[in-house]
């Protein structure tokens, strides 16, 4: 989801309740009924908050980066990543 935004050119998501749980804790965005309105600096935010709480960097992360990070780091970029690669199921099954 955040992946997915950061690579994008648009500034409107569809709304759901990651956007809006980020959008209440960290007043990133701005919600109308059914989608969020990001700025540039709101996906600034994201990534610069992406990077605090995983310790990695959405722009340059590879699979491996997860080994460094704790059960829950790796598991929130983990999503992540499998949000933004559908066909990486195959990859974790293997």
Do not use: C
Request: proline share 1%; net charge negative; glycine share 4%.
């Amino acid at each position: 989801m955040i992946q997915r935004a950061l690579d994008s050119e648009q500034s409107q998501f569809a709304l759901n309740q990651g956007w809006h749980e980020l959008h209440e804790q960290y007043n990133i965005g701005w919600l109308h009924t059914k989608y969020i309105d990001l700025t540039a600096d709101d996906k600034r935010e994201l990534a610069k908050l992406v990077r605090a709480k995983t310790e990695l960097d959405l722009a340059e992360a590879k699979l491996d980066d997860l080994k460094q990070l704790d059960r829950e780091q790796a598991l929130v970029a983990l999503y992540e990543w499998l949000y933004m690669n559908p066909s990486g199921y195959g990859i974790i099954y293997q």
